[in-house]
């Protein structure tokens, strides 16, 4: 069986360290990261995952994490109000009118494609992959977090296994993901095969502003892309700065946008002071979605949307391709409306992360 590892993070288990309880945290101020299966907001066999500092709630019935944030602070990830406690249908899409449509629960959620590939796969746009994206996952508790792996996808012809685990004492959450081709999708055959990437798209709320690297040997002739929407006006280019090495996009005061970078190593947000960052391995060997984009942001006036991207691949059946994500939180030790200042109080965190300069996640 082959396999093809984008990153393989063997150090990480030297960070995480922890036993599994039933028992809650209410009252205690544990550091050790303490696993729990909950009913959240309706979702029955919820995961919580606590260590003092934050806390990470995983939805195996949807597939999605929806709850990350410090133990006695907000949710920074968007969740819809109007889906809480929702399932999807179990041999399909959801319906309105005899019409797939998608179910933007909101959480952190995988695609296995790229959007231009969605038609090619299940014959509509929206939603891409219901076995992935909403379906119901199997799960299985570990000592620090959780293993919950989807259904095979009708689509894709794929299964996904996310492996998330909370770190002692730390904001540090390791999302370790892997998909295996078991089968030809319904649209494919032996002379056309779909490409298949890793595409995580985590809802935050709405943040001040959002940042990526630039790529100084970047595939883009501006150093971004910028997608052109057949149903829509993309934003993006209108409230988007490059400074510094930076990408700096503003969610738009009206409409929507969308902005991709061959980032090197990381994307972050900024909402309320907080800085929520994902990290990822880049590399510039290997051929990646949407012309070469391995980090994306999407916003509007209401949210963004954090987006990393694994190298894309056609998978011989039995193959199988990896990609990490790492997140983490930091309070900014002051408030102010200055976005400059945040700024640059949020990348001097981000790239002095001891943890990420361990795993050698920074990409020149």
């Known amino acids: 069986m082959k396999i093809l590892t ?13 036993a599994v309880q039933p028992e809650s945290l209410s009252g205690q101020h544990h550091l050790q990261t303490v696993v729990s299966k909950i009913d959240y907001k309706g979702w029955q066999n919820s995961i919580e995952l606590k260590n003092g500092l934050v806390k990470v709630i995983v939805v195996p019935q949807i597939g999605r994490i929806m709850h990350y944030g410090f133990i006695d602070g907000e949710n920074l990830l968007i969740e819809n109000q109007d889906l809480i406690g929702q399932v999807m249908p179990q041999q399909g899409p959801r319906l309105e009118n005899g019409i797939p449509v998608s179910t933007p629960f909101g959480g952190d959620r995988v695609w296995p494609m790229s959007q231009d590939y969605v038609v090619q796969a299940n014959g509509y746009k929206r939603p891409t992959d219901h076995w992935l994206d909403g379906g119901r996952y199997d799960y299985q508790l570990i000592d620090q977090g959780v293993v919950i792996t989807s ?18 004492k730390q904001a540090f959450v390791t999302i370790s993901q892997t ?11 032996e002379d056309f095969r779909i490409p298949l990437t890793l595409w ?42 490059m400074d510094d090495g930076l990408a700096v996009f503003y969610p738009p005061k009206k409409g929507s ?9 990381w994307v972050a947000g900024v909402i309320d002071g907080i800085v929520m960052a994902e990290y990822f391995h ?27 991207l694994s190298p894309e691949v056609v998978l011989n059946i039995g193959e199988k391709i990896q990609h990490t994500i790492i997140w983490d939180l930091h309070q900014l030790t002051f408030t102010t409306k200055d976005l400059s200042l945040e700024r640059k109080a949020a990348v001097n965190w981000i790239t002095n992360n001891r943890n990420m300069k361990l795993f050698n996640f920074f990409n020149e």
């Open 6 to 18: 984008v990153v393989f993070l063997s150090m990480v288990s030297c960070l995480l360290h922890a």
């Open 151 to 168: 259904q095979i996808s009708e689509f894709a012809g794929v299964s996904v296994k996310r492996r998330i685990e909370l770190a002692d």
């Open 179 to 189: 998909m295996e081709k078991h089968r030809l999708g319904i649209n494919e055959s």
């Open 200 to 241: 995580n798209i985590t809802k935050i709320k709405l943040p001040s502003q959002t940042l990526m690297p630039l790529n100084k040997r970047s595939v883009f002739s501006k150093g971004y892309h910028a997608a052109v929407w057949n149903d829509a006006i993309n934003h993006g280019p209108k409230y988007l700065s």
């Open 257 to 265: 946008g969308k902005i991709g970078i061959d980032a090197p190593g």
């Open 282 to 308: 880049y590399d510039p060997q290997e051929n990646y979605p949407d012309g070469g984009t391995s980090a994306t942001v999407f916003a509007d006036s209401t949210q963004a949307e954090l987006e990393c």
